[in-house]
């Protein structure tokens, strides 16, 4: 099925490890976003790629970098995972402009202990 | 800067009852507003959407006006079902931006 694929599902990191968020769409779309999800606070931008070989920060971009690969994928890195960072990741992508809306994957729940 | 303010939950209603959900915004330009819907254990779903003032987004039963005089876009439906429970967000983009502005949700249980 077309959409937004994010990998893992769940994962669960000790302070200071590293690790890699995947995400890829397979619409054409030419924009992609990483959101945080915390309970009381809704969706944060960390990063967004609004073009391939572009990539801007959002609301929340400390302690992440991220990576517009090509095209398809756009992957969010976590050098030294702090238990602040414990949330729920989602993906996102859109045609050029958000007036289109955009489409979202399933998410990535993160626990760091 | 733009933000959306949403109507805190929890809303808890029975089944077959009218929904009203709040949502206004504050924004320098005349966005585009969205209401987007994350059922359990998924990612967002785009809901319906309104593109400039006075426009009626609607589907599957909800509908939302984009009242620029008020800048509100409050979602609506007639007859809510269980299957309708859900956390609703309310969001906008300004013209030509490529970012969405999340409000904070608004959880919705549906009692049989």
């Known amino acids: 099925n077309a959409g937004v694929t994010q990998t893992p599902k769940f994962q669960v990191l000790k302070t200071g490890q590293s690790m890699t968020l995947q995400c890829a769409q397979d619409m054409n779309h030419n924009s992609m976003y990483w959101y945080r999800q915390d309970p009381g606070m809704g969706l944060r931008l960390i990063y967004y790629s609004a073009s391939e070989g572009t990539t801007d920060k959002g609301e929340v971009p400390n302690g992440y970098n991220v990576s517009r690969l090509n095209k398809r994928e756009f992957s969010l890195r976590l050098e030294s995972a702090a238990p602040s960072q414990t949330s729920v990741y989602f993906c996102?992508?859109?045609?050029?402009?958000?007036?289109?809306?955009?489409?979202f994957g399933s998410g990535t729940r993160l626990t760091v202990v | 800067g733009d933000s959306v303010t949403q109507m805190e939950g929890p809303v808890t209603l029975s089944e077959e009852a009218f929904l009203t959900i709040n949502c206004t915004y504050t924004a320098t330009g005349y966005p585009s507003l969205f209401w987007y819907v994350q059922y359990p254990g998924e990612g967002l779903q785009l809901l319906l959407k309104?593109?400039?003032?006075?426009d009626k987004g609607s589907n599957k039963g909800f509908e939302a006006t984009y009242r620029k005089e008020t800048t509100s876009f409050h979602l609506e439906k007639g007859s809510v079902q269980v299957s309708d429970s859900a956390v609703y967000f309310c969001a906008l983009s300004e013209g030509g931006s490529e970012k969405l502005v999340f409000g904070k949700g608004t959880k919705l249980t549906v009692n049989p």
């Open positions: 309104a593109t400039k003032a006075d």
């Open positions: 996102a992508s859109s045609v050029h402009r958000t007036n289109y809306g955009y489409t």
